[in-house]
């Protein structure tokens, strides 16, 4: 078995999963609202970090 292998996505399959991850977000943001807030900014700033490499990858080609 191939662990990481290459799919050809159809839209609505990734748009179903985007929809999945936005509420999926919105039930755990709601849920550790309390917890998440004094560290806001750490975890935006860690969100845009990461972003950066997949970024570079995507717009190189």
Known sequence: MKLLKTKVWNWWDISLLKWCCFL?????????????????????????LLTIRPAIAYWKD
Not at 24 to 48: K, Q, S
């Open 24 to 48: 999926f977000g919105m039930v755990a943001g709601a849920y550790f609202n309390v917890y998440v807030r004094p560290y806001l900014w750490i975890i935006l700033v860690a969100a845009i």
